[in-house]
């Protein structure tokens, strides 16, 4: 398998403008994670799905934010309007069932990233 | 809420040398503390994952201990090589928010003197 994948893998884009960032998780893999890694505040999960159902957005930091996963092998995060402070590298990625309780699952994988500039 | 520190944030040694490198957390009802490696312009990749049952784990020259009762992890790094030089994540999956959750410490950036 290629990997979770993601792009763009670099982005440059002018304030007020509407951002969208795209992944491909592994095959058969049911829970998708967002994450954006900055240097002030380190890795942060956003949002999470499981078979593709949004389960968790609590980490979305505001209503600019939105994420979707239409279906298995596809998931979009977008900022609509963006302003320099969204500027960070969004990771996702991609595992089986993570676990219950003190069962602890399977591995998460990381995509490359998408980075990120909003000037 | 978890909290989950490392330090030092960067640490330089000669290769070949064994080395140690500390996370803490506040929270000690965890289910699993977990070690990443990240590289340059790259995603993480798992290294070690540590259930809360066990006290250590192994992989080739990494060794991850875990002691809940004073919130802290080791990874241990035998016959430390350059390629080895990384940012080092660890990050915890909490009780209180199900192994889906991660908290993240900010790294340890290491650096692997020829």
């Known amino acids: 398998d290629a990997g979770v994948i993601q792009s763009p893998r670099h982005e440059v884009t002018e304030m007020g403008q509407e951002v969208t960032l795209r992944c491909k998780p592994i095959?058969?893999?049911?829970?998708l994670f967002w994450y954006r890694q900055t240097m002030m505040r380190g890795l942060e999960l956003l949002i999470y799905f499981n078979n593709n159902v949004p389960i968790d957005d609590s980490g979305m930091p505001e209503d600019r934010f939105s994420a979707k996963m239409p279906n298995a092998s596809f998931s979009t995060l977008k900022i609509q309007p963006s302003e320099p402070r969204d500027s960070a590298v969004y990771f996702c990625?991609?595992?089986?069932?993570?676990?219950?309780?003190?069962?602890?699952?399977?591995?998460?994988?990381f995509g490359e990233g998408s980075w990120l500039t909003v000037v | 809420k978890q909290e989950v520190t490392q330090i030092p944030a960067a640490l330089s040694v000669p290769e070949g040398e064994n080395l140690v490198l500390n996370c803490s957390f506040t929270?000690?009802?965890?289910?699993?503390l977990q070690w990443f490696r990240q590289d340059p312009g790259k995603g993480l990749t798992s290294l070690l994952l540590?259930?809360?049952?066990?006290r250590e784990q192994t992989s080739g020259r990494l060794n991850a201990s875990l002691d809940k009762s004073s919130g802290r992890s080791t990874l241990y790094i035998a016959a430390s090589q350059p390629g080895d030089s990384a940012t080092y994540l660890c990050?915890?999956?909490?009780?209180?928010?199900?192994?889906?959750?991660?908290?993240f410490g900010t790294g340890t950036r290491l650096t692997i003197i020829p």
């Open positions: 540590i259930q809360s049952s066990q």
């Open positions: 990625a991609s595992s089986l069932d993570p676990g219950t309780g003190n069962w602890s699952g399977n591995t998460i994988y």
């Open positions: 929270d000690s009802a965890i289910y699993n």
């Open positions: 095959s058969g893999h049911d829970y």
């Open positions: 990050a915890a999956a909490s009780a209180n928010f199900g192994n889906e959750k991660l908290t």
